[in-house]
């Protein structure tokens, strides 16, 4: 990929939309996480755990970047990514973080919450990177504070906009098509531009059709107990 060319650029607003759809309830984590502790303490708490939680998702995506060169990794990803995809459009995410007792206990909290929480960030950032290092470094420069010191903004936002969700739903399944028809086994299945592009548009249709499917089953469930009662 040619550096500052129209494929880096938008691969580069594809990870920072996929950051923000998927870590923007990774810091109110941090904020739980520290609403026990001083006034004084809350600050530096959210600092060395927004710290720490940053370095470990570098170096996990940098490594999933490396994985994916291996062959038959991308097409397992990308199937991956695609539930991913589905799972973000159908479920309400909680938030059911214990407060830490201590600075250092808080700041633990904070790091392993935000690891075990961003699995489904690292590997989309890493199918949007397309191999690019400096794609995963500037996306998590770019997106992280935003995350971090606007994660109130961004969930209102969501909750006020629910397409956000959605267009990042979409934005993730087609991350997943792409990682699936660059499978260098596959290549040859998808040489045909129309096979290729009819393939990824098919994966996001069927995702966000899917999503919006059940998101509908289940509203319809909660209306119909809300009368029963």
């Known amino acids: 990929m040619e550096l500052f060319s129209m494929e880096f650029w938008s691969a580069l607003l594809s990870i920072i939309i996929i950051d923000l759809v998927l870590a923007g309830d ?18 530096q708490t959210i600092l060395w755990g927004t710290v720490g939680a940053i370095v ?10 490396w994985l994916l060169k291996i062959p ?17 459009l159908v479920e309400e995410k909680g938030h059911e973080v214990q407060a830490g007792k201590s600075m250092w206990e808080a700041i633990r909290t904070i790091i392993i919450a935000d690891a075990l929480m ?22 998590l420069l770019i997106s992280v504070p935003v ?24 934005i993730l399944a087609w991350t997943a098509s792409k990682m699936i028809v660059d499978e260098p086994f596959l290549k040859g299945y998808f040489a045909n531009p129309v096979i290729k592009y009819g393939f990824e548009l098919l994966v996001v249709a ?9 998101k509908g089953k289940e509203n319809n469930k909660g209306e119909a107990k809300a009368a029963n009662h």
């Open 72 to 88: 038959g990794l991308l097409l397992v990803g990308g199937v991956l990514l695609i539930w991913i995809a589905y799972k973000l």
């Open 206 to 214: 069927g995702v966000v059709c899917a999503g919006m499917i059940k």
């Open 56 to 65: 470990i998702r570098a170096v996990a995506t940098l490594a999933v970047v």
């Open 26 to 43: 990774n810091a109110i984590v941090i904020g739980l996480a520290a609403r026990n502790l001083p006034k004084q303490q809350q600050k």
């Open 147 to 170: 995350v971090v010191w606007g994660s109130t903004l961004i969930l209102k936002w969501v909750e006020r906009f629910p397409i956000i969700i959605t267009i990042g739903g979409a």
């Open 118 to 139: 961003g699995l489904d960030n690292v590997l989309a950032v890493a199918g949007a990177a397309h191999g690019s290092f400096l794609l995963v470094v500037l996306g």
